[in-house]
Every structure is written in C-alpha cells, then in structure tokens.
C-alpha cells in the first residue's frame, strides 16, 4: 500500500520531536491508519543539523517551496513559527490540494480566517 508522504517544514525543537515521534511510533502508526505514514522531505535553513537528525532518511532542501510544490508529498506539516513565510507556505500547499497541519500559534491568531477560508473552498 502507497505511504502517506510527509513533508516536514522546520526541524528545530517541535520539529525534531515531530521526527522522532513519527520515528520511533512508525508501526503503531502504520496499524492505526492502515499506511505507512512516513516524512520524506525535511525543508531547512540549516541543512547540515537537519541532515544529522534525519541521519540520511529523508531529503533534506533549504527550499520550502520546492516541498509544497512536490506533487509527492500528501501532508505539509509546518513547523517555522512566525506569520510571514509561514503564511505563504501554508496558503501554497492548500492551493495545491495538500493536507496542512502546524502547531503555529501565531499564524493561526493573525491569519487563520483566510487559512480556514481558502482550506474550505479547496475541500
């Protein structure tokens, strides 16, 4: 059965614990949804700390939007905090039909109308 490829916007502190959830949780997760869930892309600015935590599992770009726009990838999950990027980054891949989830505080406060707006036209 076909993944469900993740791509991972930031691995800092939440990102990083988001990896190694996924990671260590990978089968009890594959059991509940039926697929493996599995993050492929991890998109950076700081490449070489993404690529030892990731230790070569996954592809690792300083490009957030090479992420959004892979036709591959089924659900963003961003993770860079602020409302400036974030925002675009968010806004792309629903455009794209993609799956979004964020712990973004702060995007969600300024911009969340127009998130949840263009998330409900796109279905």
Do not use: C
């Amino acid at each position: 059965m076909k993944p469900i490829n993740v791509g991972l916007i930031g691995i800092g502190t939440v990102g990083g614990g988001t990896w190694t959830v996924l990671k260590r949780n990978a089968e009890e997760i594959t059991r509940r949804a039926g697929r493996p869930i599995q993050i492929t892309v991890v998109a950076v600015k700081n490449v070489e700390l993404a690529r030892q935590i990731t230790g070569g599992s996954a592809r690792v770009t300083d490009d957030a939007f090479a992420v959004v726009n892979d036709p591959e990838i089924d659900i963003i999950v961003e993770l860079i905090g602020g409302y400036g990027v974030a925002k675009e980054v968010v806004m792309q891949a629903i455009a794209n039909g993609k799956h979004v989830v964020t712990a973004n505080k702060a995007l969600l406060a300024v911009h969340g109308t127009k998130i949840f707006t263009a998330a409900q036209q796109k279905g």
